[in-house]
């Protein structure tokens, strides 16, 4: 099994910025990917952003481009989603997962590709 805790949510006015974490711990593979997804009220959970193990490809969703930044630390298991210029369409849940694969490069964007999820840490921001 895998653990996954997020931290670094919270309220903040439109504008401003918050940094997400996300702490992997237990029986993690030697490669993965790791991505940060949101939801919000009566709405689907949809991708914000992936990172490889290698940490040399991403991907973010379009609506998160130029403002958001995910990085990872390997030695601390660590995803980081550096969020700026931040919106109040950007109020959700937000949730890191983890996505198994032999592939250092791969980034995967789709829920459905993911094996284990964290709680989810709440970012709201006023307007």
């Known amino acids: 099994q895998v653990q996954l805790v997020e931290s670094g949510g919270g309220l903040v006015q439109a504008g401003g910025s918050l940094r997400l974490s996300c702490a992997a711990s237990?029986?993690?593979?030697?490669?993965?990917?790791m991505g940060w997804f949101r939801q919000a009220p009566g709405q689907e959970r949809e991708f914000v952003a992936a990172?490889?193990?290698?940490?040399?490809?991403?991907h973010y969703a379009d609506s998160v481009k130029g403002r958001f930044t995910i990085s990872r630390d390997n030695a601390k298991n660590t995803v980081y989603l550096q969020m700026n210029s931040l919106k109040p369409e950007d109020t959700a849940v937000y949730y890191c997962?983890?996505?198994?694969?032999?592939?250092?490069?791969?980034?995967?964007?789709?829920?459905?590709?993911?094996?284990?999820w964290g709680q989810g840490t709440q970012v709201t921001v006023s307007s």
């Open positions: 990172i490889s193990w290698s940490g040399g490809n991403t």
């Open positions: 997962a983890v996505s198994y694969s032999s592939n250092s490069n791969y980034a995967p964007f789709s829920r459905w590709e993911y094996d284990y």
């Open positions: 237990g029986r993690t593979r030697s490669t993965y990917a």
